[in-house]
Every structure is written in C-alpha cells, then in structure tokens.
C-alpha cells in the first residue's frame, strides 16, 4: 500500500503516482491500465501531454474512478492569464470527462511575465466553483511560493519540480516542509539516466532491489512524493512495490551524488 501525503487542505495524495510525459495517446490506455492494475492511484497528466483524452477515457472506463486522483497541468503558453486558465481548463476538462479534476497544477511559473498571480487566482476560482478539488503549481521557487502566499493568502498544496539524487533540492523541499506544502518530484529517476550509477547499482545489490527502487525508496525517505512513468507494466510494478527503508549508511552515499545536474529544463528556461 503506497503511503499517503497530507495536503494543506485536508485531504492527501499517494506518495507514488504514475506519469504521463511522452506517453504517446495511443499508448496511454494500456499505460493506465497496467499502472492501475499495479497500485497506482495517482495519474500525473498535463495539456501539454497531448493525451489528457486517452488519460480520461482510461479512467472512466476502470470503473476504479472513486480511489483516483486525476491531475493535469495548465502550460501557459502562449498566453498565461484568468482569462487564459479558464479558456483552456475548460478544454481539458471536456477532453478528460470527468465530473471533478482532482489536481491542476500552474505547469511554469513564466516569472518574466508577471502573470502567475492572476493565474493562481484563476486556479481558485475553479477550485471555488467545484471544478478542481486541489491546487497546485510546479517549477515554482521560493520567492514565487512565497508571492502567491502574499499576494493571494494561499500556498499551493504541491510544488512538483525536478528532483533525483543529481539534483536533491533540499533547500526548497525545507522551505516546502516549513509551510506545509508536498514536494512531489518530476524525472524521479533522472529520466533514467541515472540508473546505471554504480552507487546505486552497489546499493540496489546490497538490498535486492533495483536502481529505480533505490531511487524511489529515497525521494520516499526525504517525505516526499514522485511520479515516475514508465511505458512498460514490468517497470510500472517494480517503482511502486515496497522496498524496506535504506540505512543512514546509504543515505549518506547517495547524497553524495548531488551534482546539480539536471535532467529537464530548469524553470528559468522557460519564460
Ligand atoms: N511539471 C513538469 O514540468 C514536469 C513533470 N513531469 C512529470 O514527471 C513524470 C516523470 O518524469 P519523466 O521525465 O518521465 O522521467 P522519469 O524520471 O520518470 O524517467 C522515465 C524514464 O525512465 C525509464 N524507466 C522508468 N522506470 C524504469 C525502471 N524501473 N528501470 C529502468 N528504466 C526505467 C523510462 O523508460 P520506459 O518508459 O521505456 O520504461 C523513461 O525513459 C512525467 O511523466 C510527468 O508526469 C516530467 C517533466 C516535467
Ligand atoms: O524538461 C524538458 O526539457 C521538457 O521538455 C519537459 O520537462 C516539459 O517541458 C514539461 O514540462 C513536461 O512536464
């Protein structure tokens, strides 16, 4: 049973979910099906994705829609604005048809141009007209999390950024442990290019897992939640499955692998 991660408003989210990025529309029932059929209940979609319809139809047709928490993220290209969140909330909600989107998540912050406040304050409209039941943002830093708080009295529930043992991010996930918001991390394993590090290779062997399990049993162990995806049912079930809790000793060689390297676009890039 995967654990659970309290959210400011009450409610909480699985610690693992399943995503959805580059998983091609045709691909993404099966892809759903698998992870659901392995434990996840958690599925991290976006417009962006280009297969939010597939993710929806898939959910709708698992009759398991009750257990599931359905996230999707509003891009905020070309436009990031009120009005510009309710237009293509709007559109996702119809491509998705469901009744209620659990999650929606400000995908970028886009800094430079000044409009994520107003955006944030779309994001609680849906969520005050019942559209949503929690909002979020990713990619966001310190000094923007701490400019919705000022400006709109209300911290996001998650803050889902790159993170993986290249790229820990411990400042901010203590800024997030301080004000009480979930750090869920995107690219967990490094997109996987981090699997074959022979740290954790030597781990994994020292506790009969895998690298991807090391991995996860890590983000897990810093008290926050990922979402990893995989094409594959086998990978699905083996970055959900429990493994027992890595030693100090282990912790401490992973932490050693904090390069900074990141495997995504880091937020600047995207104004
Ligand atoms: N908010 C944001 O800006 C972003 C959000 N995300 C979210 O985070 C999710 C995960 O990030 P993502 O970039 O996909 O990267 P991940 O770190 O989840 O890595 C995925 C890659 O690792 C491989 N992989 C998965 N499991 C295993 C395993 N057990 N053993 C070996 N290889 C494995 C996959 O291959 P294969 O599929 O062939 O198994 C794929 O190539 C995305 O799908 C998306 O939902 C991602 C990027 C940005
Ligand atoms: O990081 C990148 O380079 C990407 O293409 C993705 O992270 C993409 O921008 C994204 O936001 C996926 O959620």
Redesign the pocket.
């Known amino acids: 049973m995967v654990a659970q991660l309290p959210l400011l408003d009450g409610s909480s989210i699985p610690a693992i ?7 091609p529309p045709a691909d993404t029932a099966r892809v759903v099906a698998d992870g659901l059929a392995a434990g996840y209940r958690l599925i ?3 417009q962006m ?1 280009d297969n939010e319809a597939a993710m929806g139809a898939a959910v709708r047709e698992s009759g398991m829609r009750d257990e599931l928490q359905v996230v999707t ?1 509003f891009w905020g290209d070309p436009v990031q604005s009120y009005d510009a969140v309710l237009a293509d909330f709007a559109a996702s909600e119809q491509r998705i048809g469901l009744d209620v989107i659990d999650g929606y ?1 400000i ?2 912050p886009r800094a430079p141009r000044g409009t994520f406040v107003e955006t944030w304050r779309a994001f609680q409209t849906l969520r005050d007209e019942g559209r949503v039941r929690w909002i979020a943002v ?2 966001f830093g310190e000094a923007e999390l701490q400019t919705l708080l000022d400006e709109t009295g209300e911290w996001p529930v998650v803050n ?3 993170s ?1 043992p290249w790229l820990p991010q411990h400042d901010l996930r203590a800024f997030h442990a301080a004000n009480g918001i979930v750090t869920q ?9 981090l ?1 074959d590090d022979p740290t954790l290779v030597a781990i994994a062997a020292e506790v009969d897992a ?4 090391v991995v996860l049993r890590w983000h897990l162990q810093l008290g926050g939640a ?7 049912a ?3 079930a ?2 959900i499955a429990e493994i027992p809790a890595l030693s100090v000793e282990h912790l401490a060689r992973i932490a050693a692998l904090e390069s900074g390297v990141r ?3 880091a937020p600047q890039d995207r104004p």
Not at 210 to 213: D, G, L, Y
Request: hydrophobic share 35%; charged share 20%.
């Open positions: 979910g399943l995503g959805l990025y580059k998983v991290d979609g976006a994705y993220k998540m995908h970028w990713a990619n889902q950024v790159e993986h991390a995107w690219s967990p394993l490094g997109r996987g290019r699997l895998t690298p991807a399990q990922a979402a990893p995806k995989s094409m594959h086998s990978r699905l083996e970055n495997t995504g676009t």
